[in-house]
């Protein structure tokens, strides 16, 4: 308590010998929203204002943005512990409440705000810590190198954050100090005095200043003089006389080393050499690659040669560089070179005009329709003569002189929907090489297949004598392609004479019940023919038979010995599975 009312004490008398105000005046007054304004970096335990309350109120109670730097006393007295800083926190929003003695709120809480103002407490810093640029040796005066960067954290667009930069050093001095430029305010980086000569010095190393009203930072700039474009490349050879390479020759091959030389910076843009064909390859079928090391040009094939399209090659090959000749030399014939490239027939297979044909046909059409065509041409022009491989079915045959392909026997798309064979073309005379291609042949369904029982119903059986008459369900189909709107079959009785004791009721396209119409029947195995529609087109139907249906006293007679109950169970469950 007594170190309490010692730093009241103290905050009182420095706000009277600091101010000339008393208790009463400028810092002290009623709780109600205030705004102070207070510098960053002021020694600790610094009063700012005290809040006076009526009663009941006897304490107060600070809230808000303190970042345990802001505290109020029990009489009001708010004052900071800790020095502010304005780049952690730029603005503190504070409530002020008074309390009564129970702790309960009697006014408040009201907003106080607190602004750090700024002071120069932060040095610039550079984006980097080195820098790289560069320069050509041909440029002008005034020609920019690159922009230096740095950041102040202090208050920005206020004295404190305003930087300069200059050059504090240049190594080396040559031909002179003070080649290059930094503007003061916006670190742009120039040379300023002459053009550069790579020859002379081919690197710079500058240090530079970065600073404030304060605090200085220094920062590393590396500056590269590069070698201006000024040689063209030149061929050791201008041509390379005549090459001669059969048309089989594999797609990759080397077929030729060609070299020029360039006399600028080994190993940048404008030494590097990159060869392009200009005459003589309209079809694209040579391609040259460069060894990045040495510029060895490496000339390959990029596609087959053909010797009925192009037989003799006339090459023309330019050298040039990446990087743009300087303003005033161009390439000339030192830059080109020649070369003929004789291409020497080889014995080639018939090529067909298509790998795969695909045809589409009714699986209904008659023996001897044209289905489909194939041809090839020998490159050389001799005849081809065509066959069939994988005829498996015998379904096909093909004319060999004309490539047509027929229809021999009745197709059937229930047996194979997509029919493939192999058509081979073989040259007539010569070496009687041959080539093979596919030949797809699609089926369309056509309506031949009436419908069917989708299984064979064996065993069907009910009690005798039937207490009540009884049914089952027996499912159709066919084996023709099954359309979007699916099977529809029509269902009756084979025979007018068994309406009186038999009934065949439809349940959906596949599935229908034949139900027993009373329960009079005698006890013996009955057939049941069922006929069967398609609705198709042609329509087609199929009378089937519901065979072995018994009515007999058996499955009950054996159970009775077994007692009444289980007779009677086992006769639920005959019928329950009959019926299902």
């Known amino acids: 308590m007594t170190t309490q009312a010692q730093l009241h004490c103290l905050c009182l008398l420095t706000l ?262 200009t005459q003589g390859d309209s079809e694209g079928r040579l391609e040259i690659e460069t060894d990045p090391q040495t510029n060895t040009g490496y000339v390959k094939l990029k596609k087959p040669l053909d010797f009925e399209t192009v037989a003799i090659h006339n090459i023309v090959v330019q050298a040039e560089n990446p990087e743009p000749l300087v303003p005033g030399v161009q390439y000339n014939a030192s830059s080109s070179t020649t070369f003929r490239l004789t291409v020497t027939d080889v014995n080639e297979a018939p090529q067909f005009f298509q790998q795969v044909s695909e045809a589409k046909v009714s699986e209904a059409v008659a023996k001897g329709t044209k289905v489909g065509n194939m041809t090839a041409k020998d490159p050389e022009g001799l005849d081809v003569s065509y066959s069939l491989r994988g005829d498996k079915r015998g379904w096909l045959r093909i004319d060999p002189a004309t490539g047509e392909i027929f229809s021999v026997a009745l197709l059937d798309r229930e047996a194979e929907s997509l029919y493939r064979v192999q058509v081979v073309a073989t040259e007539v005379g010569g070496s009687y090489l041959s080539s093979t291609a596919q030949f797809h042949l699609t089926l369309t369904d056509v309506n031949d297949n009436p419908p069917r029982l989708v299984k064979e119903y064996t065993g069907l059986f009910f009690c005798y004598p039937p207490k009540a008459p009884g049914s089952l369900i027996f499912e159709a189909t066919d084996d023709d392609e099954l359309t979007f709107r699916g099977r529809h079959f029509t269902f009756s009785l084979g025979s007018e004479s068994l309406q009186k004791d038999w009934e065949v009721s439809k349940i959906n396209g596949t599935h229908a019940r034949l139900s027993t119409k009373h329960t009079g029947f005698e006890e013996r195995v009955y057939n049941i023919p069922i006929r069967i529609g398609d609705g198709g087109r042609p329509p087609l139907e199929r009378t089937v038979s519901l065979p072995g249906i018994i009515l007999a006293v058996m499955f009950f007679r054996m159970k009775r010995d077994k007692g009444q109950h289980n007779a009677e169970s086992a006769q639920a469950s005959e019928t329950k599975a009959l019926r299902n």
């Open 16 to 277: 009277y010998l600091t101010t000339g105000y008393g208790q009463e005046g400028k810092f002290s007054g009623p709780l109600k929203p205030m705004e102070f304004s207070i510098f960053e970096g002021q020694e600790p335990s610094q009063p700012i204002f005290q809040f006076k309350a009526n009663p009941p109120a006897v304490t107060f109670k600070l809230t808000g943005e303190t970042d345990g730097i802001f505290q109020i006393q029990s009489d009001g007295l708010l004052y900071h512990n800790k020095s502010l800083d304005r780049e952690t926190r730029a603005v503190h929003r504070l409530q002020v409440s008074a309390l009564d003695a129970q702790g309960n709120t009697v006014e408040g809480p009201v907003p106080v705000t607190i602004e750090v103002k700024d002071i120069n407490d932060n040095r610039p810093v550079f984006l980097q810590q080195h820098y790289e640029g560069s320069v050509r040796q041909n440029s002008r005066p005034g020609s920019s190198i690159g922009t230096l960067t740095a950041h102040d954290m202090d208050e920005q667009d206020t004295i404190n954050s305003v930087l300069e930069y200059r050059i504090v050093d240049q190594t080396p001095k040559v031909p002179q100090d003070g080649l290059f430029l930094v503007q003061e305010f916006s670190g742009i980086l120039q040379l300023v005095v002459q053009s550069l000569r790579k020859w002379d010095t081919p690197q710079y190393n500058l240090t530079i200043e970065v600073s404030d009203r304060d605090f200085k930072t220094l920062c590393f700039v590396q500056i590269n003089v590069i070698d201006i474009n000024d040689q063209i490349p030149i061929f050791e050879k201008s041509d390379y006389g005549n090459l001669t390479f059969p048309e089989d020759t594999a797609v990759g091959s080397v077929i030729l080393t060609i070299q020029a030389t360039d006399a600028d910076e080994p190993h940048t843009g404008s030494s590097k050499i990159l060869y392009r064909i």
